[in-house]
């Protein structure tokens, strides 16, 4: 069992950036891919971000691309997604994911999630 708890939610302006955290209570955090999934009112959940167990890779949106990035820090247990420029459109509830099989990651079918953080961004 991998427990996730998110961070760092809120209401920011247009244009303005947001860092949002997501921690896992497990010691073995360091095996799991981990990413990013966003739900927006009256919309389905969405891929936003993703990074593999090690760091070395990373996948994103295209509605994210050069916008935000995802990081981790193993030796914390800890995913960090970094949101610049945020947009209107990007208000939703973040989900912070983990599993231990990429493609399973990258298609919403994880093993793990959290419970959500949500960030409104004001025009």
């Known amino acids: 069992q991998v427990q996730l708890v998110e961070s760092g939610g809120g209401l920011v302006q247009a244009g303005e950036s947001l860092r949002l955290s997501c921690a896992a209570a497990r010691r073995t955090f360091s095996s799991y891919n981990m990413g990013w999934f966003r739900q927006a009112p009256g919309k389905e959940r969405e891929f936003v971000a993703a990074i593999t167990w090690s760091g070395r890779s990373t996948s994103y949106a295209d509605s994210v691309k050069g916008r935000f990035t995802i990081s981790r820090d193993n030796a914390k247990n800890s995913v960090y997604l970094q949101m610049n420029s945020l947009k209107v459109e990007d208000t939703a509830v973040y989900y912070c994911?983990?599993?231990?099989?990429?493609?399973?990651?990258?298609?919403?079918?994880?093993?793990?999630w959290g419970k959500g953080t949500l960030v409104t961004v004001s025009s």
């Open positions: 994911a983990a599993d231990r099989t990429w493609p399973r990651l990258l298609s919403g079918g994880v093993d793990y």
